[in-house]
Each structure stands twice: as structure tokens, then as C-alpha cells.
């Protein structure tokens, strides 16, 4: 098992492409162009297709991620990675040059590089196991990665001002961060294949019917918890610039220096919330994280200036990265590093769902109420929920 600082270096460095890649591709700017290219042609608002969109590329990526894991652990993390990355980045670079056609196939595009990602993700966090195998370390790490992730959101919101000024279509951007998303990527492609240690070469034949019968690895009810944390930072990462812009009518550049100003934060604090797992445990850091999210969550629904969002931007920045990187850190450290790819494939379905469910909800609030502040309070809801069945997490599968 190789432990070194380069590998750590490899680990961390997808998080920080992928980061810009939800960014501009999930939660900025590609939703931005699509509302655009969908309100020209259908004379609708996109607000109306764009959470069926999201949840469409989400069940694909539940219904193909343990699969996909199992492949993974047989054929090597490192390959099915390398084709997840180079897929989402290519088609999310071919999207752009279909804008001037029908909204329809630049919607397919979507759901195909966006389940791609979403693949790469649950790739990636298996390799958690082959660098670091102590809790302790675990955690660092995981926690290490997802703030060093937000440098990259923050990179490619810098690159995005940049390009702004300089009168670039938001076309030609998205095939900028495109191609940047796939040279940040390379490191880890490569470092993957080092680190996983397997002979590439090798002619083994694989047992397909093992690919097709992947063994859950923790109880359903653990998987409910991480289902209800990345349903919130879904709602968030989708939905709250378009919030911001819709319901609080703040400028586009306005919203883009607030999801700037919010990156930069979250490294230090997702660091700093990480070494509080460490001393006073991550079952008891994920509570804290809980209730702040609960504040978050209100916060939103009241919000009516740009200084409380400004104040919900802080709160955000402990939590949005913190909680997942300290619940990704307690899954891998309960699955064999054999059955990585198998067993984060699961994690996978309990993440990826929410980007289901989340839209679901969100479509149908819209529709019964005409605007998005109830989603948050459905979303708090569930928080609590999560707050008492976290200690639950402690036990073990029977």
C-alpha cells in the first residue's frame, strides 16, 4: 500500500478538478446557458425541465454504480475511472457545440457526461483504501481532498471572471473548463494506475455474473443518512443559483462571487472541521455539521437580502464539504480494500439518489407553490431526521 505525500497529492488532486467541474457543469454556468438555450426555443422557463434532467442522469448513476464499482475491483479502479473521466469531460465539451440546435440534444448530452461524473466520483473515493488504511488517517485525508477540492471551484470561478471580462461567449467557456477539467484530471489518472498496482497486462478472464451481484456492505439504515446529507447539498448545488437569481433577483456575477467567496472558505473549514472528527470523534462531528446545515436551511427559506445570504455563504462553507468528506471517511473505513470499488459503488447509491430525489422534491414545491423556498423547509425536515439517526452509524451490518 503506498503512503506516500505524492500519492495523497494524486488522491486529492481529482477532487480538485472535479470540483470545477460540478461548478461550471452541475450547479453555474452550463445550467445558466441550458435556461438560456431552453426559454429561447420553448419560450418556457427551464426552471420547469431542469430538475428532470438532474434526477435523469442521477438514476442512471445509481442504477449503474455498483456495477460499475464490481467492474472496477475486477478489471481495475484505475481503467473505469480513466474512461468515467474522459467521457463526462469530452461529452461535456461536444454539448457546446450543439447550442445552436434543439434544446433536446443538448439535454442528452447532459445526461450522459453528467452520469459519467457522477461514475467517476464513486471510482475515485474508493481509492481511499489503497493510500490510507488507519480511521485517523482515513479521515485526514478524505477531509484534506474535499477541501483542497474547493481551490478548484474557486480556480475555475476566477478563470470564469477572467473570461467574462475578457467577452467570451459562455459557450466558448464551457469548452474551456472542459479541457481544463481533463488536464487537471490527468494526475490522478495516472497516479491511479501506480497506486492501484495491478498487472495491466495481465489476460485473467473475468467472471461476468460476479459484475452483476454486488453485496451491500453496511446497513440500509446508514445509507438513509448519507441519502439525506448529499439530498440537501444536491438542493444546494443545483438549485440555489438558480434561487438566488429567480427569487432574490440577484446579477449573475453577483451569484458567481458568492459561490467564489464560498469555495475559498470551504477548504480551510472542511479542513478544520476534519481534525474535529478526529478529537472528538465523526459520528459527533457529523451531528455538529447537522445542525448547522438546519440553520443553513432556514436561513435560506428567510432570506430576502444579499447580506443574509452572504451570512448562509459562512455557514455553508463549514458544512457542504465537511459532512461529506467525514461520511465518505466513515463508509471506506468499514469496506475491505478489495471490495473498494464494489463497496463505495453502494455510497454511490445513497449520494447519486439524492440528485433523484432533491429535483423531485424541488419540481414538485415549484408546481404546488410557484417558488422554491418550501423545498427548504422539507429539506430541514429531513436534516433532523439525520440528526437522530446518526448515532446510528456506529453499528455494524448484521
Not at 449503474?64 to 484505475?78: H, I, S
Not at 447509491?349 to 430525489?357: D, E, G, L, M
Request: aromatic share 14%.
Amino acid at each position: 500500500m503506498e503512503k506516500s505525500h505524492q500519492a495523497k497529492l494524486w488522491f486529492s488532486s481529482y477532487d480538485f478538478s472535479n470540483s470545477g467541474f460540478l461548478v461550471m457543469f452541475q450547479s453555474f454556468l452550463f445550467p445558466l446557458v441550458f435556461a438560456n438555450i431552453y426559454s429561447n426555443q420553448t419560450g418556457e422557463s427551464a426552471v420547469i425541465i431542469w430538475p428532470w434532467l438532474v434526477a435523469g442522469s442521477s438514476i442512471l448513476a445509481i442504477i449503474l454504480a455498483p456495477f460499475t464499482g464490481k467492474l472496477g475491483d475486477l478489471l481495475g479502479k484505475w481503467k473505469v475511472f480513466t474512461w468515467c473521466v474522459c467521457l463526462a469531460g469530452i461529452l461535456g465539451i461536444f454539448s457546446q457545440l450543439l447550442t445552436n440546435f434543439s434544446w433536446l440534444l443538448v439535454a442528452l448530452f447532459f445526461l450522459l457526461f453528467n452520469t459519467a461524473f457522477e461514475l467517476s466520483q464513486s471510482l475515485y473515493d474508493a481509492f481511499l483504501l489503497n493510500i490510507e488504511k488507519e480511521k485517523d488517517g482515513i479521515t485526514k485525508l478524505s477531509s484534506f481532498a474535499w477541501g483542497f477540492g474547493y481551490l478548484g471551484g474557486a480556480l475555475f470561478a476566477i478563470i470564469y471572471f477572467i473570461m467574462e471580462g475578457l467577452g467570451l461567449s459562455h459557450t466558448l467557456m464551457l469548452i474551456v473548463f472542459g479541457i481544463l477539467y481533463l488536464l487537471l484530471s490527468s494526475p490522478s489518472i495516472f497516479g491511479f494506475k501506480r497506486i492501484e498496482k495491478r498487472d495491466l497486462t495481465s489476460t485473467n478472464v473475468i467472471d461476468w455474473k460476479k459484475i452483476f451481484h454486488p453485496t451491500i456492505p453496511v446497513p440500509w439504515s446508514h445509507l438513509f443518512v448519507y441519502w439525506i446529507i448529499a439530498d440537501c447539498v444536491a438542493a444546494l448545488i443545483y438549485f440555489v443559483p438558480l434561487y438566488l437569481q429567480s427569487e432574490l433577483l440577484l446579477s449573475m456575477n453577483l451569484v458567481g462571487g458568492i459561490i467564489l467567496g464560498a469555495q475559498l472558505l470551504a477548504f480551510p473549514l472542511t479542513i478544520l472541521m476534519g481534525r474535529l472528527a478526529i478529537k472528538i470523534g465523526r459520528i459527533k462531528t457529523i451531528q455538529v455539521s447537522l445542525f448547522i446545515w438546519i440553520a443553513t436551511l432556514l436561513g435560506l427559506f428567510f432570506a430576502t437580502s444579499v447580506t443574509h445570504v452572504l451570512i448562509i455563504a459562512l455557514l455553508m462553507s463549514f458544512v457542504i464539504g465537511s459532512t461529506q468528506a467525514i461520511l465518505r471517511a466513515h463508509f471506506a473505513s468499514r469496506i475491505h480494500e478489495e471490495k473498494s470499488g464494489e463497496g463505495l459503488g453502494f455510497y454511490a447509491v445513497a449520494q447519486k439518489s439524492a440528485s433523484v430525489i432533491s429535483p423531485l422534491l424541488v419540481g414538485l414545491t415549484i408546481t404546488l407553490t410557484g417558488n422554491l423556498r418550501p423545498a427548504f423547509l422539507i429539506l430541514t425536515l429531513l436534516v433532523v431526521i439525520a440528526f437522530f439517526l446518526a448515532p446510528q452509524l456506529h453499528k455494524k451490518a448484521s
